[in-house]
């Protein structure tokens, strides 16, 4: 509830003329935070979203010294032929990626109608899972050939996934995780707050890229109570929470750069906290990385392997 004052921030961050970095929804909140950053240290900086908007602009406008550059990359993570589209353009244009900053989120409105994605999935599994799951396969050989070129970049090249105390608080002792692998087309229908469980997902990607690639470092990351446009929608009382117990963006632009850059965080089973620490997850989801033989639910490598099943015919 009341986290450290960051001590990692931009004082931090050393130049990064060279330096090639994609954030997903970066047009505003915590992602455009966190593009500021990496811009006023000369670094390359791809906005991944659906829009534009003013985020370029008002970057520029408030760093007008750096050496920087900012490209906008359309996004949209609710249909899965737009995120291959858009990770093929920045194939075409780049071949070299230092950290892939997976920091969009969803939250629905209410519980009168349950969206979907374009591909006919729920939509906070779509936006929160799928979208990113497919974006990140996309760019796995290119992370694996960053981290390649020079001995120096072994854990350095890193993929950050943005979940939150929502993967603690959904937690289902029942079955391991906060999302059920045999109701994901969601037959027995769950509140919308329920579906937005989905951020343990996210945190179980984090933890299974480590696995599975080499040289890349997948961080999963906890950027605290934070005001977002996502929470706009929600009802009066809620928002009025959000006002009273939430905290500036910057906080989870900082608790990203942390997860990004520190040195801290260049170990297996990381996990980040706000404002940038390490921390361990709840005893109980750590079972979800487990296997049945070491007292677990094997669940993080089950949804990894659902996730590949469904976006297979993406990757080619």
């Known amino acids: 509830m009341f986290p450290p004052a960051p001590a990692f921030t931009e004082k931090n961050a050393p130049d990064l003329t060279g330096r090639v970095y994609i954030i997903t929804g970066s047009t505003s909140g915590m992602g455009l935070e966190l593009a500021r950053i990496l811009y006023l240290y000369n670094a390359k900086v791809y906005l991944a979203a659906r829009e534009e908007g003013s985020a370029i602009a008002s970057i520029k406008k408030a760093e007008p010294a750096s050496k920087g550059q900012l490209v906008f ?26 950290v892939l900053f997976n ?3 969803y939250m629905a409105a209410d519980d009168k109608k349950m969206e979907t994605m374009a591909q ?11 979208g990113p799951f497919l974006f990140t396969k996309l760019f796995a050989p290119l992370l694996e050939a960053t981290a ?6 072994t854990n350095e090249v890193r993929v950050v996934f943005v979940s939150s105390l929502a993967a603690e608080f959904y937690y289902e002792k029942e079955n391991g ?9 969601y037959h027995r229908p769950k509140s919308s707050m329920d579906r937005y469980g ?13 696995k599975r690639f080499s040289g890349v470092l997948g961080v999963p990351v906890n950027t605290g109570n934070l005001r977002m446009d996502l929470l706009s929608q929600q009802n009066f009382l809620f928002r009025l929470q959000v006002l009273l117990m939430h905290y500036h963006p910057i906080n989870g632009a900082y608790t990203q750069l942390f997860a990004g850059m520190s040195p801290e965080v260049a170990r297996l ?32 490598r089950r949804f990894w392997e659902w996730s590949e099943e469904q976006v297979e015919r993406y990757i080619s």
Not at 148 to 153: E, G, P, R, T, V
Not at 177 to 185: C, R, V
């Open 73 to 98: 990359l359309h996004l949209d993570l609710a249909d899965l032929n737009s995120v291959k589209a858009s990770a093929k353009r920045f194939l075409s244009s780049e071949t070299k990626l230092r």
């Open 103 to 105: 920091n969009a989120g």
């Open 120 to 130: 006919g999935y729920e939509k906070h599994l779509g936006v929160m899972c799928l």
């Open 148 to 153: 390649a070129d020079k001995a120096s970049l």
């Open 177 to 185: 995780l906060g999302l059920d692998l045999e109701n994901l087309d």
């Open 198 to 210: 989905l951020e343990v997902g996210v945190w179980a990607y984090g933890v299974e890229f480590s």
């Open 269 to 300: 089973g990381s996990y980040v906290l706000p404002w940038g620490r390490m921390g361990q997850i709840c005893d109980d989801l750590q079972r979800v990385v487990k296997l049945e033989s070491e007292g677990g639910v094997d669940l993080a």
